[in-house]
């Protein structure tokens, strides 16, 4: 079997069980989402447990629900029987996770946490397993097989937990209208925070960098302006200093296949009128999304006045694009 056949197999049973657990969603993911939102909003938290790659697969859903404004901690059963379940606190949420359902360490912990006022919510594949019967909610991801040959390696059972886990999150998140400025703030560094929290004039290029020309001049003069902020566009602007337009290295490019006399010309026959803007207190990510829609490379900045003040250059976008 080449490497190839083997990992289109293993894709098709990952997304077969996926499937197979999507099915079989109802009205009990309702329940458990209440029960999570209830928590939160009374300043609770969720805490997840797992033993092995349940554990891991926790761990994971526990940093996706804590980065979602939804604090949440990955409990170990072992060491949660030798003091760490000081962690519990009465009307927190217990999210357990064990494909069998009768995992040991996870068993043995269930009376300890049943000592304090939480309720528990079960990813299993076994709802009438021991911990099933002991959930208050039962979440089935039960799959048709695991990707593994020999059927016996967590593969798509924990592909399966992991994506109801962000389905949780997912929902949760919109049942308590977490918003991408929430979002951000938890997220302040790297390309999130960025296109986040950054605003238009933070980015933008201004000052001797961010090329004006008034209407009435020639574009021999307006290219020397544009050569010296290295841009490939200048804002032209009427005579109260308001912007009238703009005129780009395309528009040279055009102009010159027609006319021979186009750089003696004056800016107002040949520049683009109506040229799209941005405010200099809007979010860069709002200007990148008017970078994606409008195929543009600068992105002119003006104030309350609609003078031009600065200059967005889709060149020194490419971290935020990213996001």
Do not use: W
């Not at 009768?102 to 397993?129: C, G, H, N, Q, W």
Request: hydrophobic content about 45%.
């Amino acid at each position: 079997m080449s490497h190839l056949k083997r990992a289109r197999e293993v894709f098709d049973a990952e997304l077969a069980a996926v499937k197979a657990v999507r099915g079989r969603l109802n009205a009990t993911f309702d329940k458990a989402v209440a029960l999570i939102t209830y928590a939160l909003s009374n300043r609770n938290k969720l805490v997840v447990v797992g033993v092995g790659k349940s554990g891991n697969i926790g761990r994971k859903i526990a940093a996706t629900f804590t980065s979602t404004g939804a604090p949440a901690v990955l409990l170990d059963s072992v060491d949660a029987l030798h003091g760490d379940l000081g962690i519990l606190n009465d009307g927190d949420i217990v999210l357990a996770l064990s494909y069998s359902g009768e995992t040991d360490e996870l068993i043995d912990l269930l009376p300890a946490m049943k000592r304090f006022s939480v309720r528990v919510i079960a990813i299993t594949s076994a709802p009438k397993s021991t911990l099933g019967q002991h959930a208050d909610v039962v979440l089935n991801v039960k799959v048709p097989k695991e990707a593994c040959p020999f059927n016996m390696a967590p593969t798509a059972s924990t592909t399966a937990s992991l994506v109801m886990g962000d389905a949780l999150s997912m929902a949760v998140l919109d049942a308590r209208g977490f918003k991408k400025s929430d979002f951000a703030q938890r997220h302040p560094s790297g390309a999130i925070g960025r296109a986040l929290l950054l605003r238009v004039v933070d980015i933008m290029r201004s000052g001797s960098r961010n090329p004006i020309a008034h209407q009435t001049m020639p574009v021999r003069d307006a290219l020397i302006i544009m050569g010296e902020a290295k841009s490939g566009s200048v804002s032209v602007v009427n005579k109260n200093g308001k912007l009238a337009g703009v005129f780009t290295d395309g528009d040279l490019r055009r102009h010159l296949a027609k006319d021979d006399d186009v750089l003696d010309l004056p800016l107002a026959k040949v520049m683009t009128r109506r040229p799209t803007t941005i405010r200099e207190d809007a979010l860069a990510a709002y200007a990148i999304r008017i970078f994606n829609e409008r195929n543009i490379d600068d992105l002119i900045v003006v104030n309350a006045k609609r003078e031009p003040i600065g200059l967005v250059d889709s060149q020194d976008l490419p971290k935020l694009k990213a996001v």
